[in-house]
């Protein structure tokens, strides 16, 4: 007996799908679940068709840009079933971001119940290639008809699910990224922190310029200084500097709490590395890469997993890492991190929620 209000398609969206390349965020599966704010309450939703919207010109999200998502997984479990990752840090995660920008929080309980129930629905849409997962984006939107600079009073929640490829084609060949020395995306007292829609348009600038030269994304600096490292546009970033893995401190508000990025460090030191958190400048960075002493850099995201970093350009300048290889340690991340969420190797944290189908 479903939770929600169920309403059954007809047909199914899977005859649309080109599933010998999925490529990333193309197809969308059969269901969605949505769920409105209305009189100082969240309605129980519905799940329902994959459908159009019917929104009106005046909608205010469309002017003022109050809209906040998610990202997670669904992995194709190789014993039965599908298995979500750690799915209770962004029932959490999305209402910082609603915090952020004003938005009421939706409730945790009835977030992770919405997605079960959804992964279960759209289980045939779960690939079982390698790398191939379900993409998994709740958001929430303001949706009051009012033009008027304050925060909407009706709110609509949706959650919708897509099969979906490698982030990046060749999963393991590392990235060439531009150190962003002109744009800054966030500072502190800023929504950096936050998956607000506002906080991803502030980097497009200088990514597209960055893909432009040839780069796949742009590193950020801090932005009063241009000095100190935040993250990627799509990844937090670590480095391991003399054998010790670190990544940007969370302090300053203007880094994204990531799911992964938490379960690295994590993992790393359950693997027995050290692996910390500070405030590290792109001077030691540099300075890193040429005498040798750091030895590897590495992303980390829920949509590309672990991302190789082989080149870094700063300053006019190419910074080659680890000759354009993927060092031992990204290795060993991706290996057993993708090896816990697919369920192939034992999960010592309890990080899995598993659905049975």
């Known amino acids: 007996m479903s939770k929600f209000k169920f309403i059954p398609r007809n047909d199914t969206l899977k005859n649309s799908i080109n599933w010998s390349k999925l490529g990333f965020g193309r197809y969308f599966a059969d269901y969605m679940y949505i769920s409105h704010y209305k009189d100082g309450n969240w309605e129980e939703g519905e799940i329902l068709p994959y459908q159009a919207l019917s929104i009106e010109p005046a909608m205010m999200t469309l002017h003022y840009a109050q809209t906040i998502f998610e990202g997670l997984k669904?992995?194709?479990?190789?014993?039965?079933?599908?298995?979500?990752?750690?799915?209770?840090?962004?029932?959490?995660?999305?209402?910082?971001?609603?915090?952020?920008?004003?938005?009421?929080?939706?409730?945790?309980?009835?977030?992770?119940?919405?997605?079960?129930?959804?992964?279960?629905?759209?289980?045939?849409?779960?690939?079982?290639?390698?790398?191939?997962?379900?993409?998994?984006?709740?958001?929430?939107?303001?949706?009051?008809?009012?033009i008027g600079v304050h925060p909407s009073k009706e709110y609509t929640m949706i959650i919708i699910m897509s099969p979906?490829?490698?982030?990046?084609?060749?999963?393991?060949?590392?990235?060439?990224?531009?150190?962003?020395?002109?744009?800054?995306?966030?500072?502190?007292?800023?929504?950096?922190?936050?998956?607000?829609?506002?906080?991803?348009?502030?980097?497009?600038?200088?990514?597209?310029?960055?893909?432009?030269?040839?780069?796949?994304?742009?590193?950020?600096?801090?932005?009063?200084?241009?000095t100190f490292v935040d993250e990627?546009?799509?990844?937090?970033?670590?480095?391991?500097?003399?054998?010790?893995?670190?990544?940007?401190?969370?302090?300053?508000?203007?880094?994204?709490?990531?799911?992964?990025?938490?379960?690295?460090?994590k993992l790393a030191r359950h693997l027995g590395y050290k692996a910390s958190e500070k405030v590290i400048s792109i001077k030691e960075v540099i300075e890193g890469i040429e005498s040798g002493r750091l030895t590897e850099c590495f992303g980390t995201g829920t949509a590309a997993a672990i991302s190789p970093v082989g080149l870094l350009s700063y300053g006019g300048k190419d910074y080659t890492i680890n000759n354009f290889e993927i060092g031992p340690i990204?290795?060993?991340?991706?290996?057993?991190?993708?090896?816990?969420q697919y369920g192939k190797i034992e999960d010592p944290f309890g990080w899995i929620t598993h659905i049975d189908y």
């Open 232 to 265: 990627v546009g799509s990844m937090n970033i670590m480095f391991v500097l003399d054998g010790e893995i670190i990544t940007p401190s969370l302090e300053s508000g203007t880094i994204l709490a990531g799911v992964t990025r938490d379960s690295v460090l």
């Open 74 to 146: 669904a992995y194709k479990n190789p014993n039965g079933g599908a298995n979500l990752f750690r799915p209770e840090m962004n029932a959490k995660r999305i209402n910082h971001s609603a915090e952020m920008v004003v938005i009421p929080p939706f409730p945790e309980e009835r977030f992770l119940d919405a997605i079960k129930e959804l992964v279960y629905l759209n289980r045939e849409f779960i690939p079982s290639g390698e790398g191939e997962t379900m993409y998994i984006r709740p958001f929430i939107f303001g949706s009051s008809n009012i």
């Open 330 to 340: 990204s290795q060993q991340m991706y290996d057993t991190l993708l090896g816990i």
């Open 164 to 226: 979906v490829g490698p982030y990046y084609e060749d999963v393991l060949r590392p990235v060439k990224i531009k150190v962003s020395d002109k744009y800054v995306r966030a500072v502190r007292g800023g929504l950096g922190s936050s998956k607000a829609g506002a906080n991803y348009a502030a980097s497009l600038r200088a990514t597209a310029a960055a893909e432009k030269e040839g780069y796949s994304q742009v590193l950020w600096l801090d932005g009063v200084n241009l």
